[in-house]
Protein backbone atom coordinates (compact mmCIF):
# COMPACT_ATOMS: atom_id res chain seq x y z
CA UNK A 1 0.00 0.00 0.00
CA UNK A 2 1.09 3.29 -1.16
CA UNK A 3 1.67 5.41 2.16
CA UNK A 4 1.74 9.48 2.47
CA UNK A 5 5.25 11.22 2.74
CA UNK A 6 6.64 10.83 6.29
CA UNK A 7 7.43 14.62 5.99
CA UNK A 8 3.65 15.42 5.81
CA UNK A 9 2.59 17.92 8.31
CA UNK A 10 -0.83 19.59 9.15
CA UNK A 11 -1.05 23.65 8.10
CA UNK A 12 -3.49 26.34 8.92
CA UNK A 13 -6.63 25.47 9.74
CA UNK A 14 -9.75 27.38 8.41
CA UNK A 15 -12.88 28.29 10.18
CA UNK A 16 -15.98 30.32 10.04
CA UNK A 17 -16.60 32.81 12.93
CA UNK A 18 -19.39 35.29 13.28
CA UNK A 19 -17.76 38.19 15.13
CA UNK A 20 -14.23 38.77 13.90
CA UNK A 21 -13.41 41.00 16.33
CA UNK A 22 -14.25 39.22 19.16
CA UNK A 23 -12.43 36.18 18.13
CA UNK A 24 -9.87 38.18 16.96
CA UNK A 25 -9.22 39.38 20.91
CA UNK A 26 -9.75 36.23 22.40
CA UNK A 27 -7.08 34.72 20.13
CA UNK A 28 -4.74 37.22 20.63
CA UNK A 29 -4.98 38.36 24.43
CA UNK A 30 -5.68 34.62 25.68
CA UNK A 31 -4.00 32.42 23.46
CA UNK A 32 -1.07 34.64 22.48
CA UNK A 33 -1.34 34.43 18.18
CA UNK A 34 -0.42 37.65 16.71
CA UNK A 35 -2.42 38.81 13.68
CA UNK A 36 -0.52 38.06 10.27
CA UNK A 37 -3.05 39.54 8.22
CA UNK A 38 -6.43 41.07 8.47
CA UNK A 39 -8.96 43.00 6.65
CA UNK A 40 -12.64 44.27 6.97
CA UNK A 41 -14.28 40.31 6.90
CA UNK A 42 -11.33 37.76 7.57
CA UNK A 43 -7.91 37.33 9.64
CA UNK A 44 -5.01 35.32 9.56
CA UNK A 45 -2.78 34.67 12.44
CA UNK A 46 0.03 32.21 13.80
CA UNK A 47 3.31 32.49 16.23
CA UNK A 48 5.14 34.79 13.62
CA UNK A 49 6.00 32.74 11.39
CA UNK A 50 3.78 29.67 9.15
CA UNK A 51 -0.08 30.81 9.35
CA UNK A 52 -1.79 28.62 11.74
CA UNK A 53 -5.44 30.04 11.71
CA UNK A 54 -7.56 32.01 9.41
CA UNK A 55 -11.17 33.10 10.18
CA UNK A 56 -14.01 34.22 8.18
CA UNK A 57 -16.32 36.57 9.49
CA UNK A 58 -20.09 35.27 8.56
CA UNK A 59 -22.16 37.74 11.32
CA UNK A 60 -25.67 35.51 12.06
CA UNK A 61 -23.93 32.33 11.32
CA UNK A 62 -25.31 29.26 13.25
CA UNK A 63 -23.76 26.75 15.81
CA UNK A 64 -24.89 23.82 14.39
CA UNK A 65 -25.08 20.54 16.72
CA UNK A 66 -24.93 16.91 15.97
CA UNK A 67 -22.97 17.13 12.60
CA UNK A 68 -19.47 16.08 11.32
CA UNK A 69 -17.12 19.35 11.03
CA UNK A 70 -14.48 20.60 13.95
CA UNK A 71 -14.16 18.35 17.06
CA UNK A 72 -11.15 20.40 17.97
CA UNK A 73 -7.91 22.12 16.45
CA UNK A 74 -4.47 21.66 18.04
CA UNK A 75 -1.99 23.94 19.01
CA UNK A 76 1.24 22.60 19.33
CA UNK A 77 4.35 24.27 21.99
CA UNK A 78 7.39 23.43 21.59
CA UNK A 79 7.89 22.28 25.53
CA UNK A 80 6.50 21.82 28.73
CA UNK A 81 7.47 25.11 30.15
CA UNK A 82 5.58 26.94 27.08
CA UNK A 83 2.51 24.78 27.68
CA UNK A 84 2.53 26.50 31.40
CA UNK A 85 3.15 29.83 30.56
CA UNK A 86 -0.10 29.03 27.74
CA UNK A 87 -2.05 27.27 31.02
CA UNK A 88 -1.24 30.35 33.50
CA UNK A 89 -2.11 33.15 30.61
CA UNK A 90 -5.63 30.98 30.65
CA UNK A 91 -5.85 31.54 34.16
CA UNK A 92 -4.96 35.04 34.27
CA UNK A 93 -7.60 35.72 31.60
CA UNK A 94 -10.52 33.69 33.50
CA UNK A 95 -10.58 31.29 30.14
CA UNK A 96 -13.46 28.70 30.59
CA UNK A 97 -11.33 25.23 29.81
CA UNK A 98 -13.15 21.99 28.98
CA UNK A 99 -10.66 19.88 30.18
CA UNK A 100 -7.04 18.36 30.67
CA UNK A 101 -5.64 15.42 30.17
CA UNK A 102 -2.12 13.56 30.07
CA UNK A 103 -2.35 11.34 27.21
CA UNK A 104 0.96 9.51 27.89
CA UNK A 105 2.36 11.39 24.50
CA UNK A 106 1.73 14.53 25.30
CA UNK A 107 -0.25 16.85 27.96
CA UNK A 108 -3.19 18.80 26.92
CA UNK A 109 -5.24 21.87 27.94
CA UNK A 110 -8.70 21.49 26.10
CA UNK A 111 -11.18 24.64 25.53
CA UNK A 112 -13.74 26.31 22.92
CA UNK A 113 -13.50 29.80 21.11
CA UNK A 114 -16.46 32.10 21.92
CA UNK A 115 -18.26 30.58 18.64
CA UNK A 116 -17.98 26.95 20.17
CA UNK A 117 -14.99 25.53 17.47
CA UNK A 118 -12.68 23.26 19.73
CA UNK A 119 -9.24 23.83 20.64
CA UNK A 120 -6.79 22.10 22.20
CA UNK A 121 -2.97 23.50 23.23
CA UNK A 122 -0.71 20.42 24.02
CA UNK A 123 2.97 20.18 24.29
CA UNK A 124 4.69 16.73 22.86
CA UNK A 125 6.57 14.08 25.05
CA UNK A 126 10.02 12.91 23.48
CA UNK A 127 9.01 9.72 21.29
CA UNK A 128 11.13 7.18 23.25
CA UNK A 129 8.76 8.44 26.21
CA UNK A 130 5.46 7.18 24.33
CA UNK A 131 3.38 4.52 25.70
CA UNK A 132 3.48 0.97 23.23
CA UNK A 133 2.03 -2.10 24.23
CA UNK A 134 3.45 -5.05 21.75
CA UNK A 135 4.40 -2.71 19.34
CA UNK A 136 0.88 -0.60 19.55
CA UNK A 137 0.64 2.78 20.73
CA UNK A 138 -1.60 3.36 23.29
CA UNK A 139 -2.51 7.09 24.09
CA UNK A 140 -4.09 7.34 27.65
CA UNK A 141 -6.34 9.70 29.30
CA UNK A 142 -5.57 10.34 32.62
CA UNK A 143 -5.09 13.10 35.00
CA UNK A 144 -3.25 16.11 34.50
CA UNK A 145 -1.09 17.93 37.40
CA UNK A 146 -1.62 21.31 36.85
CA UNK A 147 0.52 22.32 40.00
CA UNK A 148 2.93 20.53 39.14
CA UNK A 149 2.65 21.98 35.21
CA UNK A 150 2.66 25.33 36.31
CA UNK A 151 4.93 24.77 38.29
CA UNK A 152 7.35 24.37 35.48
CA UNK A 153 7.13 27.62 34.09
CA UNK A 154 9.06 30.91 35.11
CA UNK A 155 7.60 33.32 37.18
CA UNK A 156 5.38 36.32 35.63
CA UNK A 157 7.28 38.66 34.17
CA UNK A 158 4.33 41.23 33.20
CA UNK A 159 5.43 41.01 29.44
CA UNK A 160 2.48 40.50 26.55
CA UNK A 161 2.29 36.73 26.51
CA UNK A 162 2.75 35.48 22.90
CA UNK A 163 2.95 31.77 21.74
CA UNK A 164 6.81 31.25 21.47
CA UNK A 165 8.43 30.86 17.99
CA UNK A 166 8.09 27.24 16.52
CA UNK A 167 4.15 26.65 17.68
CA UNK A 168 2.44 24.75 15.26
CA UNK A 169 -0.73 23.27 14.13
CA UNK A 170 0.71 19.83 15.46
CA UNK A 171 -2.77 17.79 14.52
CA UNK A 172 -6.89 18.17 14.16
CA UNK A 173 -9.73 15.72 15.14
CA UNK A 174 -12.56 15.85 13.08
CA UNK A 175 -16.25 14.25 13.59
CA UNK A 176 -16.94 11.75 10.64
CA UNK A 177 -20.47 10.15 10.21
CA UNK A 178 -18.95 6.36 9.29
CA UNK A 179 -15.39 5.05 10.95
CA UNK A 180 -14.54 2.46 8.10
CA UNK A 181 -15.42 4.95 5.75
CA UNK A 182 -12.38 7.58 6.92
CA UNK A 183 -9.96 4.76 7.04
CA UNK A 184 -10.87 3.81 4.21
CA UNK A 185 -10.19 7.71 2.89
CA UNK A 186 -7.39 8.82 5.53
CA UNK A 187 -5.46 5.52 5.65
CA UNK A 188 -6.41 3.82 2.32
CA UNK A 189 -6.10 6.83 0.04
CA UNK A 190 -4.58 9.47 1.76
CA UNK A 191 -2.11 6.88 2.86
CA UNK A 192 -1.53 8.23 6.40
CA UNK A 193 -0.49 5.23 9.04
CA UNK A 194 -3.37 4.05 11.43
CA UNK A 195 -2.00 4.81 14.81
CA UNK A 196 -4.41 3.54 17.11
CA UNK A 197 -7.92 3.12 17.60
CA UNK A 198 -10.31 4.08 20.75
CA UNK A 199 -12.65 1.52 20.65
CA UNK A 200 -15.10 1.57 17.92
CA UNK A 201 -15.74 5.19 17.90
CA UNK A 202 -12.32 7.01 16.82
CA UNK A 203 -9.12 6.15 15.24
CA UNK A 204 -6.13 8.46 14.80
CA UNK A 205 -3.99 8.63 11.72
CA UNK A 206 -0.25 10.10 11.34
CA UNK A 207 2.06 10.45 8.76
CA UNK A 208 5.77 9.73 9.45
CA UNK A 209 5.25 7.46 13.15
CA UNK A 210 3.64 10.79 14.62
CA UNK A 211 1.10 9.84 17.88
CA UNK A 212 -1.16 11.09 15.46
CA UNK A 213 -2.23 14.55 13.13
CA UNK A 214 -5.78 13.09 11.93
CA UNK A 215 -8.18 12.27 15.01
CA UNK A 216 -11.43 11.07 13.68
CA UNK A 217 -14.52 9.95 15.50
CA UNK A 218 -18.23 9.31 15.33
CA UNK A 219 -19.15 11.45 18.97
CA UNK A 220 -21.71 13.31 17.39
CA UNK A 221 -23.95 10.21 15.85
CA UNK A 222 -22.68 7.59 13.61
CA UNK A 223 -24.36 8.89 10.23
CA UNK A 224 -24.37 12.59 11.01
CA UNK A 225 -24.90 15.10 8.40
CA UNK A 226 -22.48 17.58 7.61
CA UNK A 227 -23.28 20.67 8.76
CA UNK A 228 -24.88 23.50 6.66
CA UNK A 229 -22.54 25.39 3.99
CA UNK A 230 -23.54 28.59 6.16
CA UNK A 231 -22.70 27.30 9.79
CA UNK A 232 -19.88 28.61 11.98
CA UNK A 233 -17.22 25.83 12.23
CA UNK A 234 -14.43 24.43 10.11
CA UNK A 235 -14.22 25.22 6.75
CA UNK A 236 -11.14 23.55 5.33
CA UNK A 237 -7.83 22.36 6.57
CA UNK A 238 -4.77 22.18 5.33
CA UNK A 239 -2.31 19.12 4.82
CA UNK A 240 1.17 19.90 3.73
CA UNK A 241 3.51 17.43 1.74
CA UNK A 242 6.81 18.55 1.20
CA UNK A 243 7.02 18.60 -2.66
CA UNK A 244 4.62 18.38 -5.58
CA UNK A 245 5.12 14.86 -6.31
CA UNK A 246 4.55 13.59 -2.97
CA UNK A 247 1.49 15.61 -3.40
CA UNK A 248 1.02 14.01 -6.76
CA UNK A 249 0.95 10.74 -5.66
CA UNK A 250 -1.76 11.51 -3.35
CA UNK A 251 -4.16 13.50 -5.92
CA UNK A 252 -3.49 10.07 -8.43
CA UNK A 253 -4.78 7.24 -5.89
CA UNK A 254 -7.80 9.59 -5.11
CA UNK A 255 -8.70 10.03 -9.03
CA UNK A 256 -8.39 6.37 -8.88
CA UNK A 257 -10.84 5.91 -6.93
CA UNK A 258 -12.52 8.78 -8.34
CA UNK A 259 -13.01 10.89 -5.35
CA UNK A 260 -13.35 14.57 -6.94
CA UNK A 261 -10.40 17.00 -6.63
CA UNK A 262 -10.58 20.59 -7.08
CA UNK A 263 -6.88 22.47 -8.09
CA UNK A 264 -6.67 25.91 -6.81
CA UNK A 265 -3.92 28.32 -6.91
CA UNK A 266 -3.32 27.16 -3.26
CA UNK A 267 -3.41 23.46 -4.16
CA UNK A 268 -5.67 20.66 -4.21
CA UNK A 269 -8.88 20.69 -2.66
CA UNK A 270 -11.10 17.26 -1.80
CA UNK A 271 -13.46 16.53 0.80
CA UNK A 272 -13.65 13.15 2.67
CA UNK A 273 -16.90 10.99 2.90
CA UNK A 274 -17.82 12.74 5.88
CA UNK A 275 -18.39 16.60 4.07
CA UNK A 276 -14.77 17.68 5.97
CA UNK A 277 -12.91 19.58 3.68
CA UNK A 278 -8.93 19.20 2.90
CA UNK A 279 -6.46 21.64 1.33
CA UNK A 280 -3.33 18.94 0.28
CA UNK A 281 -0.70 21.92 -0.14
Known sequence: MDRIDPATTIGDVHL????????SAFFTERLGFRVHRRDSNSAV???????????????GAPR??????LYHFAILVPSRVDLSKALRRLIETNTRMQGVADHGVSEALYLADPDGNGIEIYRDRPRAEWPFSDGQL?????????????AAGPPQTGAPYLLPDGTIIGHVHLHVSNLGDAETFYVGLLGFDLMQRFGASALF??????HHHVGLNTWAG????????????????VVRLPGAASREKVVARLRAANVPVH???EGVL?????????LLS
Do not use: C, W
Open 16 to 23: TISDLDRS
Open 45 to 59: LGAGGVDMLAVMQSP
Open 64 to 69: VRGTTG
Open 138 to 150: EMTTDPLDLDDLL
Open 205 to 210: VSAGGY
Open 222 to 237: VGAPPPPADAIGLRHF
Open 263 to 265: PTK
Open 270 to 278: VRDPAGNSI
